[in-house]
């Protein structure tokens, strides 16, 4: 399969180009940071195929793959579950509540048969899935599904870094060989469990834990891009900002709920206090009641006869004992008030603890939004110093061999002055090593007639230098691409033949020949029309016009 490598790319007008130059240059200047110049481990790029294809899939039927598993598992994320085709996509949302350490996950599985093969297509996935599955806002989604993508090439195949920060329920569904994301499209299918970590399983802004996605290491690999991913990264801090603020306001409810819990427990502690004073009081009046009661029975056995020292004896024991029942009835109104107050020192102390939790959380996610703030100033200055640079320096494009077996070709832009190669195309397998410069850029034949891609006559966009329009026909594996007067004559499948066509600048087709002519054919224009060469190998001429016999 075609294939290309596609870092992050931010496109700027020349007037967000100047804004960016101006505004944060003063910053560059002040906040150099050393750490700014190391490396990282590995650059993230990503392959992925980008010539025309046989069958376009709309983006509606693409966000519908990952919407239609969020819809599954949103049904109720507080349970685990799992949804979709195990042979394309297929979600496990892999939840424990019992557990409290470590990070419950939804681990995303693209299956043998899965068919995306282009890196912008997944995150489409997966923000849709993010949308329908935690209510999240689109842009947000779209953010967050370029960090998941990056978090888990970064950590691709690296088993231990999982295990470090995931629940046994998540590492069920993960093994040493497929876990993560390969830069790779064509190692995609039947080989991706893509770790999307949830750290609020209720959904909302903080149901992905943007902490993990968003560490150093996977940092690092996007700004390894040319435009350094600003516009990502400045989405996630934005995120990281608006978690930081809703966190603080929970952690300040939780603090008003926590004095108030204490003012309780303080009310429970006193009144425990005055339970334990009259428990005390009672069991001293019950100790000397009994002690009157073992006098008069003392009396009333030296007195055996005597009526009334029998009776004074029994009248002070059913007072001992009724102030005895008193004494335990006092006794177990100071339990259950101490119970009571230890019970609402505990809540006050949850609830303190809570408030804790949440501001340290509001406090972590503010200084990294800070911290990331300004780094994206310093690159901001750097892109803009680039791409001013590559503005001002004198250019030519022109195709450069992709693949020395295929033959095929990428458009590049080459500076004249030093032949530095300023950019290139990710289109690689641009056919017959031609091209055409058109108004809206590059007219070429490019891709391959294999599985979902297709060999087409295909416009490139000057400045992206990717395809932004193809024709609806697919062309001949050999087919040639002769330019005359604004139009484009190609060898394109009609039904089971093969016949000549002719393409406007805008790629659409303004004829075709009724003719069958040889999928190889040349097509060569002369006085009379164009020359190609019919099934049977001899030449004909067809007319220039309708292009008839």
Request: net charge negative; hydrophobic share 35%; charged share 30%.
């Amino acid at each position: 399969m075609p294939k290309n490598k596609t870092e992050f790319t931010v496109k700027k007008t020349a007037l967000a180009i100047a804004a960016a130059f101006y505004a944060a240059s003063a910053l560059f200047a002040a906040q150099v940071d050393e750490n700014e110049l190391k490396s990282v481990q590995q650059t993230i790029e990503f392959e992925n195929y980008t010539g025309p294809h046989a069958r376009v899939d709309t983006l509606e039927a693409i966000k519908g793959i990952g919407s239609s598993l969020g819809k599954e598992v949103g049904a109720d994320t507080q349970s685990a579950s799992s949804a979709g085709s195990q042979a394309k996509y297929f979600v496990v949302h892999a939840i424990d509540p019992a557990a409290k350490e470590k990070l419950d996950a939804d681990v995303l599985i693209l299956g043998a048969s899965a068919e995306v093969d282009h890196i912008r297509n997944l995150r489409h996935i997966i923000a849709s899935y993010l949308m329908a599955a935690y209510s999240y806002e689109e842009r947000d989604a779209e953010a967050i599904a370029t960090f998941v993508t990056v978090y888990n090439a970064v950590y691709r195949k690296n088993l231990d870094a999982f295990k470090a920060k995931y629940k046994d329920v998540v590492l069920n569904n993960l093994s040493a060989e497929k876990c993560g994301l390969s830069t790779k499209y064509s190692d995609w299918p039947g080989q991706s469990q893509i770790v999307i970590p949830i750290s609020d399983s209720s959904g909302g802004l903080s149901a992905v834990d943007t902490s993990v996605i968003s560490d150093k290491e996977v940092v690092k690999s996007m700004k390894e891009d040319d435009g350094k991913n600003i516009d990502d990264r400045k989405q996630m801090v934005d995120i990281k900002e608006r978690e930081a603020e809703k966190a603080s306001e929970k952690a300040q409810e939780s603090q008003k709920t926590a004095t108030e819990k204490q003012k309780e427990a303080d009310a429970q502690k006193k009144a425990a206090e005055q339970k334990k004073q009259e428990a005390e009081q009672a069991q001293k009046k019950a100790d000397e009641s009994q002690k009157k009661a073992d006098e008069a029975q003392k009396k009333a056995d030296e007195n055996p006869k005597s009526k009334q020292a029998q009776k004074k004896a029994a009248e002070a024991q059913k007072t001992a004992d009724k102030d005895k029942a008193a004494a335990e009835e006092a006794k177990a109104q100071e339990k259950e008030a101490q119970e009571k107050a230890g019970q609402a020192q505990a809540d006050a102390d949850k609830a303190r603890k809570e408030a804790e939790t949440q501001q340290a959380a509001a406090d972590k996610k503010q200084s990294e939004a800070q911290e990331e703030r300004k780094e994206i100033a310093k690159d901001q200055t750097a892109v803009a110093l680039e791409e001013k640079k590559q503005e001002l320096a004198p250019s030519v494009y022109g195709l450069k061999l992709a693949d020395a077996k295929s033959l095929n070709s990428q458009i590049v832009k080459v500076n004249t002055e030093t032949g530095e190669l300023m950019k290139q195309s990710p289109v690689k397998v641009i056919k017959g090593r031609s091209m055409h410069q058109a108004a809206d850029g590059f007219v070429a034949v490019a891709g391959e007639n294999s599985g979902k891609s297709a060999v087409k006559l295909v416009l490139i966009d000057k400045n992206s230098l990717e395809i932004i329009k193809e024709t609806n026909e697919a062309l001949s594996d050999n087919s040639v691409l002769l330019e005359d007067g604004g139009s484009y004559l190609v060898v394109i499948k009609d039904g089971s033949n093969y016949v000549a066509a002719k393409y406007g600048a805008d790629l659409s087709l303004q004829a075709k020949s009724a003719v069958p002519i040889n999928p190889s054919s040349p097509i060569i224009k002369t006085s009379a029309g164009y020359m190609v060469t019919d099934e049977s190998g001899k030449p004909i001429i067809l007319k220039a016009g309708d292009l008839s016999r």
